[in-house]
């Protein structure tokens, strides 16, 4: 089974600190997403990685970045927490076959940020 | 208007009831489309995959209209475990980036 984890299920942070998020996978997955989840918006992609080292923006990455250093840890960072990033933050993998691959999500992390 | 959209319900049936959802999407080039169903409190998880032709397991049935642009979700027979957020996913550029709609609730009854 693949499985892919996040360090914190909950998380209380103060406004300016810095946050790491960490996910890890454990199927050789080569793609990886940070994604967040706000009721009544669904999911949205922050940024996606390809390939180690490699990122690309999703389409809310303001006031994030993200780190690859191997293949199977995709890190989300929030340099200066703020308010509005308050939210539910899920991690998945997926293969590189084809575009029907299927994302594997970790549990989620709740962050509040006061 | 968004790239892909849901009503987002709740839908509240009875069980045994037959309950179908729709979702637009935006972009006409889009090339592959899933439905992922959400637990309360959990992560989302693959339903199916929807192809051009539809397919089915089991009591669920998914469509792809391309010339309107939308997917479609059947759930025969509902069931209480069928209780859960439908999310309508789509694929637009064929790449590794997904767009997830808001999601659909269900509440399935006894």
């Known amino acids: 089974d693949v499985k892919v984890t996040q360090s914190s299920r909950y998380l209380v942070k103060r406004t300016g600190e810095k946050v790491f998020l960490e996910c890890v996978q454990d199927m050789d997955h080569e793609n990886m997403f940070w994604y967040r989840q706000d009721p009544g918006l669904g999911l949205r992609l922050i940024y996606f990685?390809?390939?180690?080292?490699?990122?690309e923006k999703g389409d809310i990455p303001e006031g994030y970045s993200v780190s690859r250093e191997k293949k199977e840890r995709f890190s989300l960072i929030l340099e200066s927490a703020s308010t509005n990033q308050t939210s539910m933050y899920l991690c998945a993998s997926s293969t590189a076959v084809s575009s029907y691959n299927e994302q594997f999500f970790g549990p989620g992390t709740r962050l509040t940020v006061l | 208007r968004k790239e892909v959209e849901q009503d987002p319900g709740p839908f509240n049936v009875p069980e045994g009831a037959t309950v179908a959802f729709n979702c637009t999407y935006s972009n006409s080039a889009s090339q592959s489309f899933f439905w992922y169903r959400q637990d309360c409190r959990k992560e989302p998880k693959l339903l199916m995959s929807?192809?051009?032709s539809g397919n089915e397991d089991g009591r669920f049935t998914a469509q792809l209209n391309r010339a309107s642009q939308y997917i479609s979700l059947l759930i025969r027979d509902s069931k209480l475990s069928d209780s859960a957020t439908y999310l309508c996913?789509?694929?637009?550029?064929?790449?590794?980036?997904?767009?997830f709609g808001a999601g659909t609730r269900l509440f399935v009854k006894a």
């Open positions: 929807v192809y051009s």
């Open positions: 990685s390809y390939d180690v080292k490699m990122k």
């Open positions: 996913v789509v694929n637009p550029t064929g790449g590794f980036k997904t767009i």
